[in-house]
T-cell receptor, first 116, second 116 residues
């Protein structure tokens, strides 16, 4: 019963490097999303998807790309890392009941990313 | 804009005592959902409790209960018989099902320390 699996758990990047954070879920959830957590700012939505082939932007999408080719996977790509992207990144998924997102997320364990 | 405010950055409680964490939110909607999430040092966010705004009865989950005051837009979390394992960051979250957006709005969190 894996739930939501995120890899890696820790990563250090140099400014300008690119990388992909992986997220996979085995609960057949339609909805998947990426949030970033910064001190004193709670969690902010980066991108989300309501099904394979469907993605949309959240509050803070700049500098990030996503794709959803399967129901299970939702990778987050950092195109050219900047120090402002130093954060903890969480993948979250959920069922959509009647198209609604009202039953709570299942979160992954997070990726702590440092950009130097 | 809908916002969630957690005015207590940090709280402490003696083991076996009761503590209440505060959360207020701003919305003009009548139908919405509220959540409390726990983030222990392991970093994984865990859903603690969920409240539907149209239900007057306060939600409870074992030692965790809420005091939901809709008119005051207040959603506090009460932890009874506190245990060392309750030490964590606690986040309050809001979901408006009619917003047309697929996201939750999170507060900035309250760090709970449990003293032995």
């Amino acid at each position: 019963n894996a739930g939501v699996t995120q890899t890696p758990k820790f990563q250090v990047l140099k400014t300008g490097q690119s990388m992909t954070l992986q997220c996979a879920q085995d609960m057949n959830h339609e909805y998947m999303s990426w949030y970033r957590q910064d001190p004193g700012m709670g969690l902010r939505l980066i991108h989300y998807s309501v099904g394979a082939g469907i993605t949309d932007q959240g509050e803070v999408p700049n500098g990030y790309n996503v794709s959803r080719s399967t129901t299970e996977d939702f990778p987050l790509r950092l195109l050219s890392a900047a120090p402002s992207q130093t954060s903890v990144y969480f993948c979250a998924s959920s069922y959509l009941v009647g198209g609604s997102l009202n039953y709570g997320y299942t979160f992954g364990s997070g990726t702590r990313l440092t950009v130097v | 804009a809908q916002t969630v405010t957690q005015s207590q950055p940090e709280m402490s409680v003696q083991e076996a005592e009761t503590v209440t964490l505060s959360c207020t939110y701003d919305t003009s909607e009548s139908d919405y959902y509220l959540f409390w999430y726990k983030q222990p040092p392991s970093r994984q966010m865990i859903l603690v409790i969920r409240q539907e705004a149209y239900k007057q009865q306060n939600a409870t989950e074992n030692r965790f209960s809420v005091n939901f005051q809709k008119a005051a837009k207040s959603f506090s979390l009460k932890i009874s018989d506190s245990q060392l394992g309750d030490a964590a960051m606690y986040f309050c979250a809001y979901r408006n099902p009619t917003s047309g957006t697929y996201k939750y709005i999170f507060g900035t969190g309250t760090r709970l320390k449990v003293l032995a």
